[in-house]
Structure formats: C-alpha cells, structure tokens
C-alpha cells in the first residue's frame, strides 16, 4: 500500500499541489469573509433585538447574515472541491475550471464596477486557471487524452 502511494505522488503534477494550496488559502479568506460582515454589523451582539426583515426588505443585518451564509457556503464547496481534486476526480478538475471562470467575472465586475476589488481571489483564480491549463493537469484528470503535442 505505501508503494501505491508513492507511486501516485510521483505521477501528480506539481500544479495540482499548487491548485491544493491555493484553495487552502482560498478557504481561509472566504471563512473570514463569512465572519467579517457579522462583525461589522454587530450581528452577534444584536442577535435578539435586530430584525433580518422589515417590510419585506432585508435590513442591514439580514443582509449581512445572507452575505455570510454565501460565503460560508463556498467555502464548504471549497473543501469538497479540495477532496475531490486530491483524489484526481474529473469532476473536480470541471467544476473547479467553472467556478474560477465565473469567480473571475464577480473579481473583475467588482473591480470595473464597483471598485471594491479581492485581489487576494483574483490572484488566486488566475493561479488556478493557469495550473489546471496544463496539458499534464488535464492528462491525468482526463480532459485531454493525446500522448503528444507537436506545438509549433
């Protein structure tokens, strides 16, 4: 069993290990992300006395506590997404492709929009999307089967 091992960190690319750390990394800034809206609306502290809904509206509060359930549950998606891109599933490689390009179009939309710009995750996305651009990534998560390239 420790030779299979062996065996399968020889094979992994170094950018999937690079893909890992980054989404570690990622995880962290969206658990903080999910905490700092709370604290900045004293949400915790007024957890009884303030309302979510006024008039059908969301309140700063409600809005707040939606702004950190979003983020929290990205970053639980985080960490399936992680688990199943160590185990080198396909899936994992196609949804990850998918959430950086979307996650590119919310950094850059912030940025040109709203000048309210990450650029931790814009970083952090144009990392990902270059490492899982690699022609050795997409081989072993099966999106390119050819054996060789003739580039010229």
Avoid: C
């Avoid at 570690?24 to 900045?40: A, G, T």
């Avoid at 599933?89 to 950086?100: D, E, I, N, T």
């Avoid at 144009?126 to 690699?134: C, D, P, W």
């Amino acid at each position: 069993m420790g030779k299979k091992k062996n065996k399968m960190r020889e094979k992994r690319p170094i950018a999937v290990t690079v893909i890992a750390i980054v989404i570690v990394v990622l995880f962290f800034v969206r658990i903080y992300q999910s905490i700092k809206p709370l604290v900045e609306e004293a949400v915790l502290r007024n957890i009884y006395t303030a309302s979510i809904f006024m008039d059908g509206v969301l309140t700063p509060h409600g809005q707040a506590v939606l702004k950190s359930l979003l983020y929290l549950i990205l970053a639980i998606g985080l960490i399936i997404v992680l688990l199943g891109f160590l185990k080198m599933r396909r899936w994992s490689w196609v949804f990850l492709m998918a959430w950086v390009g979307f996650s590119m179009v919310v950094g850059l939309e912030d940025y040109f929009f709203f000048s309210e710009p990450n650029y931790v995750i814009m970083v952090s996305d144009v990392i990902i999307a270059f490492a899982l651009s690699q022609s050795d990534v997409q081989r072993i998560f099966g999106i390119r089967s050819d054996t060789g390239e003739n580039i010229l």
